[in-house]
């Protein structure tokens, strides 16, 4: 069973502009989490979509913004790109059924924000 | 509050020894709890999970504790191996809403494996 895919790894782009990353769940999955990893914040969780509809969201601006398709397949956009948004962005898809179903991560986006 | 990353703590052993990686946890209302292994330009992986009604499950070669009265975890790998030179990371689960999976990560311990 393939694994949890994200698209692309890497991304370099300037203040101001705007960002779409793409997550694959693995097949089956309809709960797809995104998160965003700093050195100085570790990881922390953005939003999380099942069945096309946010379903939880943590404490980030409006800038970020996310979407699920049909298939399950998950977009988050970042708006206005600051300096501090460089980061690696986790997407983690699972079941979505009950809250202790395992989340399984992709390998994550890297961004730079120049 | 939520738990943020601050300076990453290390943990050095000698390969064959027993490592033990410890967690402090922030909501007392989590009652989910999952240990991840990161390994360098990777996103983390699954190694164990306890439910709260739980004070111990192991799995192979790895052994998850968890004392709730001082909201404390802990992951203890045997016979430490090179190929466990990781990050690890605690997780919570606190059932934000019903079957949300907002998870609360921990800090990270960054464990050097010696050969």
């Known amino acids: 069973k393939a694994g949890v895919t994200q698209t692309p790894r890497y991304l370099i782009k300037t203040r101001g502009q705007q960002v779409t990353l793409s997550c694959s769940p693995i097949s089956g999955h309809r709960s797809v989490s995104w998160y965003q990893q700093t050195p100085g914040q570790g990881l922390q969780f953005l939003f999380e979509?099942?069945?096309?509809?946010?379903?939880n969201k943590g404490n980030f601006p409006g800038r970020f913004s996310g979407r699920q398709f049909s298939n399950s397949r998950s977009e988050m956009n970042v708006s206005t790109l600051e300096l501090g948004d460089s980061a690696l962005y986790l997407c983690?898809?699972?079941?979505?059924?009950?809250?202790?179903?395992?989340?399984?991560f992709g390998p994550g986006t890297r961004l730079t924000v120049l | 509050g939520e738990s943020v990353g601050l300076h990453l703590p290390t943990l050095s052993v000698q390969e064959g020894d027993n490592s033990i990686i410890n967690c402090a946890y922030s909501n007392s209302a989590s009652d989910y709890f999952i240990w991840y292994k990161q390994e360098s330009g990777k996103g983390p992986q699954f190694i164990i999970d306890?439910?709260?009604?739980?004070d111990k499950r192991q799995g192979q070669r790895v052994t998850v504790l968890l004392n709730k009265t001082v909201k404390h975890l802990s992951l203890q790998i045997a016979a430490t191996q090179p190929g466990d030179s990781a990050v690890y990371f605690c997780a919570e689960n606190g059932k934000y809403g019903g079957a949300t999976n907002k998870l609360i990560f921990g800090t990270g311990t960054l464990l050097a494996v010696q050969p």
């Open positions: 983690a898809s699972s079941s979505g059924t009950v809250y202790t179903d395992t989340q399984y």
């Open positions: 979509y099942f069945s096309e509809t946010q379903r």
């Open positions: 306890i439910r709260s009604n739980m």
